[in-house]
Antibody, heavy 119, light 115 residues
Framework: QVQLVQSGAEVKKPGASVKVSCKAS????????INWVRQATGQGLEWMGW????????GYSQKFQGRVTMTRDTSTSTAYMELSSLRSEDTAVYYC????????????WGQGTLVTVSS | QAVLTQPSSLSASPGTSASLTCTLR?????????IYWYQQKPGSPPQYLLR?????????GSGVPSRFSGSKDASANAGILLISGLQSEDEADYYC?????????FGGGTKLTVL
């Protein structure tokens, strides 16, 4: 069965960077795109960007352009999302989700990673 | 004005139907777009429900009961998630989503209470 297992919770200081991983199993890693979506406590879902697991091509939300980098390691079927210049407003649960290319069918989601930004 | 607007909350009784709306910003024609729907229960990631563009172009998520269906109201420029035969387990947050201007955009979500 498809599983997306994300890395554990992180606590970071303002201005620092965080790198969250998403390890996939149960399907051919390169056949799906990977999206990152975040959710602040009590708030709605916010899309951050996508990456083709096949080509590595990326597309980022304008809001995060310049601060977010999405990469992958096909040898370990793992995707990464790095967010830099953290501020308190970045405190949220970060999810990875996979979808068939050029589709919004986010069929599978990771369990989420809580990132807390606090001085 | 947000691209997608959802009412913040909705209440309905068990066994009845609930119609959740997702209104597109003026100038964005709902007929052109796929509208996606997700369900999220507290403490869990979202789950994909369905995609709806038209009656001939739609997709149900794997394992999603047929009680969940999509439609559109062109006059209101809105996508609709209809949940029939409401059950207590349907109590959750529901989000619509679409691809717009090279980005996936979520609505603000509707909290559905079944009481």
């Amino acid at each position: 069965q498809v599983q997306l297992v994300q890395s554990g919770a992180e606590v970071k200081k303002p201005g620092a960077s965080v790198k969250v991983s998403c390890k996939a199993s149960g399907y051919t890693f390169t056949s799906y795109d990977i999206n990152w979506v975040r959710q602040a406590t009590g708030q709605g879902l916010e899309w951050m960007g996508w990456m083709s697991a096949n080509s590595g091509n990326t597309g980022y939300s304008q809001k995060f352009q310049g601060r977010v980098t999405m990469t992958r390691d096909t040898s370990t079927s793992t995707a990464y999302m790095e967010l830099s210049s953290l501020r308190s407003e970045d405190t949220a649960v970060y999810y990875c989700a996979v979808n068939p290319p050029r589709s919004g069918d986010f069929d599978y989601w990771g369990q989420g990673t809580l990132v807390t930004v606090s001085s | 004005q947000a691209v997608l607007t959802q009412p913040s909350s909705l209440s309905a009784s068990p066994g009845t139907s609930a119609s959740l709306t997702c209104t597109l910003r003026s100038g964005i024609n709902v007929g052109t777009y796929n509208i996606y729907w997700y369900q999220q229960k507290p403490g869990s990631p979202p789950q994909y429900l369905l995609r709806y563009k038209s009656d001939s172009d739609k997709k149900q998520g794997s394992g999603v009961p047929s009680r969940f269906s999509g439609s559109k109201d062109a006059s209101a420029n809105a996508g609709i998630l209809l949940i029939s035969g409401l059950q207590s387990e349907d109590e959750a947050d529901y989000y619509c989503m679409m691809w717009y201007s090279s980005a996936w955009v979520f609505g603000g979500g509707t909290k559905l209470t079944v009481l």
